[in-house]
Structure formats: C-alpha cells, structure tokens
C-alpha cells in the first residue's frame, strides 16, 4: 500500500561503521567495561604520554621549534565550521573511494612514522597487522624498525578475509640518500614488496631544529632504532663495510664512556640483525649507525634528481611535504601521480603554514583533476570530513595511530583507526553526505579561531 506515492514500508539501512562502534562500546559499557584506548583525541594523547618513556614521547609528540606549525595545523580545522543539512533522507553511506587506481575502503592511510621501536620492537609489524584487519593502506616508514619485506608479508597476512575488495596493502615511502645506487635498491625493493606506491618525502633533506629531543641528547637512529630498511640491505652493508676497510669515521664525534654510552652500544647490538652478544663485539653495528646518519638524507635534493623517477620506477609516485602552489605544479611536471601536502606534522620548519590552509591554495591553482592527499594536523574523523571537502582525495593519520600503539599495542592500532572512520561514517551521516562525492559537497564556513586548545598539549 502507498500513500501519495510513498511506500508504506522501506527497505531496512544497514549499520554504518559508525553506529557499529558505538553500539559495540555502549554494550560492553553495560557490563561495566569501558574503551581502553580513548575515544577522544586529546584523551587519548594523554593516555599515550602515561605509557610512553621520555625520550619516546618527545620524538613521537615533538614539533620543530616552539611548536607553532603544530598549533597552526590544528587552528586551521578549528577555523572551519561545517553547516550541516537536514531532511536529506540518507540512510545508508559509503566511505570507499579510489586512489591512484586502487579502490579503498576509505580516505584514510597511516602516516609513515620512523624509529617505531621506541615504542615496540615490532612497531611496524603491529601497525601493518592492525591495518590490514582494518582494512586501510600503510604507509611503510623508511626509517622503519623492521625490513619492508617483513612488513608487507604482516600486511598481507592480516588482510580482512570478508572483504571483497584487493586490499591495496602497503605504501613505501622513500628518503632520497646521497648514494644513488641505494636509492634504487630501495626502490626496487619496494617494487618486489608489492607496494601501491613509492611516497617521496621532499621535506628532511636536514632534520629540523626540535627542542624536545635535543633537550633529552636523544636521537633514535643513534641507538640503531629506526635504520631496519638500511640494515637488511645489500647495498647499504656494502658501503659499511667500505668504509671498515677504508677506515672512515662517521660525524658523530667523541663519545665519552658513561653507563648512557653503553647503553646506547647495548641497543645498537640489540637492533642489528644477528645475535645481540655477537653484535657487541663487532664493528659493523656500530658503523652502520655512523654510515645511516651521514648518508640517509641528501640535502642536494632538486627537481632534476626527482625527474630520474619516470625512468626508475614503474609504482606511481607520490611526492609529500609539497607546501607551496608553485612547487605543487612542479611535482607534476616532472611526473609525479600525486603529491602529499604536508608539513611533517610541524616537525620541520617552525612557524609554516598549515597544510590544510596550503591545500586550498594548491587545490585553487591546479584544479580538481590532480591527486592531492593531506598530512599533518588530522586526528578525528571531523578532520577527515573537512579535509576532504576543502580538495583532499584522502588523508594520512599519523601521531594518533602511534599512540593507540603506546596504549594498547596492535589492538590499540586497529581501535584508533575504528573511532576516527566511526566519526567520518556519523559526520556523513548527519550532514547528509551518502558517500565521498557528497562530503566533498559538504558546506563550510570558516570563522576566526577561538583559543587554541591544542597550546595546552606541553602540559598533558
């Protein structure tokens, strides 16, 4: 029966993941049981800093300088205002999109995030595991704490038998080293990897000035944590041990013996592949820390070297740390597939625009054609909602993913992951976007930012 055309009846709308993660946590709430991994961000920061050493929490939260491209990042979400819709009728939405021709279950990757091991020895792994079960891309840190081909083989082995869809598993993100034959061994390994793109990162040719860590003495690559890429390959252990035979001193300078000193010698064996004993008495981890640090960066990086890419990789190339328009239209004429706006989560150069307000302006000057993903500054799936309507084809979830891994391991991951594609789903929901086209219709406003909430972060 039909009343002015209307069925009487409707078809029943399926749970979004929204209402799916709410539900789960309301009916362990009955029972007395509440999340362990906060459903808030700045909830769950806190939670991370309680479980997190020192020296972790200063590299995995620092920011360059007094942390103003920091608060920059998060000002700039907090500036803009979402005008929700109503009677829009949306029952039932989908998340999934496509990026450089790999469909995904959503707008959402993991932000590559080097020297895991501060946190776990298996960092990457856990993070790859959790992903795969969540069934979103990870981007693999070059500076990771185990090999790539380790961590692929995790994501792979952890992929979401329900899902229908190829998973499109892992990313790779590359730091372009002075020694050229390097940088194609690694690209090459990322190819054999399976990877679904080789993700460029243009912003550390240098790392940048960053008190929290330096006011510690504490860099993890020093301490072997973080050069697991390095270490298990071919050419970098054939540089190494040139440079045994040849005598060469890294730039490290003299270091005075101090319980500290053998502990960092200590952690040294303990990251390099092989048996910790045999590793303290060898020469080769300790030179491995030496040669990683005077040649995994090349400050000479320039836009002729990044051309030589056409013709040395056959993945789709992603270039992240694009702030400025012109470098935007650079990017892609000297061939990238898409390019990242990002200023490394405010780890690098104090005071810089935000990458959200430098995505309008890139979105402005080349048009809606080009894929543009967004880094720095997301932590709700609010943010992804906006981001995603001011340009973003899909967005990368950095520090709050590392810190569900302090929390709560692997499980932590996965959680972190659930609430914000929760919160994306609910966002869609209530504003009356069915899927990623129409939240890139989703009206915004943008206002003047009220006090910052993200300055009283220093004192979490």
């Known amino acids: 029966m039909e009343t002015n055309g209307t069925p009487d009846t409707a078809p029943p709308s399926r749970p979004g993941p929204g209402r799916a993660r709410q539900d789960a946590i309301y009916r362990s709430g009955v029972s007395g049981i509440r999340p362990r991994v906060p459903t808030d961000a700045a909830g769950l920061e806190r939670a991370a800093r309680r479980a997190l050493s020192r020296k972790a929490w200063a590299y995995i939260n620092g920011s360059a300088g007094e942390g103003r491209t920091y608060d920059n990042n998060r000002s700039a979400f907090d500036s803009y205002r979402i005008l929700p819709r109503m009677a829009h009728g949306v029952k039932d939405r989908s998340l999934s999109t496509t990026v450089l021709g790999q469909e995904l279950s959503s707008p959402l990757l993991l932000a590559p995030v080097g020297a895991g091991a501060l946190v776990h020895p298996d960092s990457d792994l856990m993070i790859a595991r959790a992903a795969g079960r969540a069934d979103v891309p990870y981007v693999v840190s070059n500076q990771g704490s185990s090999p790539l081909e380790d961590i ?108 500290a000193a053998v502990a960092s010698l200590l952690s040294i064996a303990r990251h390099h592949p092989g048996p910790t004993l045999r590793n303290l008495l060898a020469p080769e981890p300790r030179a491995s820390v030496e040669t990683f640090l005077d040649i995994y960066s090349n400050p000479g ?67 809606e054609g080009p894929t543009v993903l967004l880094d720095s ?84």
């Open 377 to 460: 500054g997301i932590r709700t799936g609010r943010d992804v909602a906006v981001a995603v309507a001011l340009g973003a084809d899909a967005v990368l979830l950095g520090r709050p993913h590392m810190y569900g891994l302090a929390v709560a391991g692997e499980q932590g991951v996965r959680e972190v992951v659930e609430n914000v594609l929760a919160d994306l789903d609910l966002t869609m929901a209530l504003v009356g976007a069915p899927d990623i086209a129409g939240l890139r219709q989703m009206e915004l406003r943008r206002s003047a930012p009220g006090p910052s909430r993200v300055s009283a972060r220093r004192q979490l």
């Open 152 to 259: 692929a083989a995790a994501c792979r082995n952890a992929r979401n038998p329900d899902k229908s869809r190829e998973y499109a598993g892992h990313w790779f993100q590359l730091y372009w080293s002075t020694d050229e034959q390097l940088v194609d061994n690694l690209i090459a390994r990322a190819e054999d990897s399976g990877a679904g793109a080789l993700v460029v990162t243009l912003d550390t040719t240098v790392l940048g000035w960053r008190p929290q860590d330096l006011n510690l003495g504490s860099l993890p690559f020093s301490r072997g944590q973080g050069i697991a890429q390095y270490t298990s390959d071919n050419r970098f252990l054939r540089i190494v041990r040139q440079r045994l035979r040849d005598h060469v001193s890294g730039g490290t300078g003299g270091v005075r013996v101090t319980p």
């Open 301 to 367: 990086l320039d836009w002729d070297l990044l051309a030589t890419l056409t013709q040395r990789t056959s993945l789709p190339v992603v270039f992240k740390g694009i702030l400025h328009p012109d470098d935007a239209e650079r990017a892609f004429e000297v061939g990238a597939d898409a390019i990242i706006v990002s200023n490394h989560g405010g780890r690098q150069v104090d005071g810089a625009v935000a990458s959200l307000d430098a995505l309008v302006e890139i979105r402005e000057r080349i048009g």
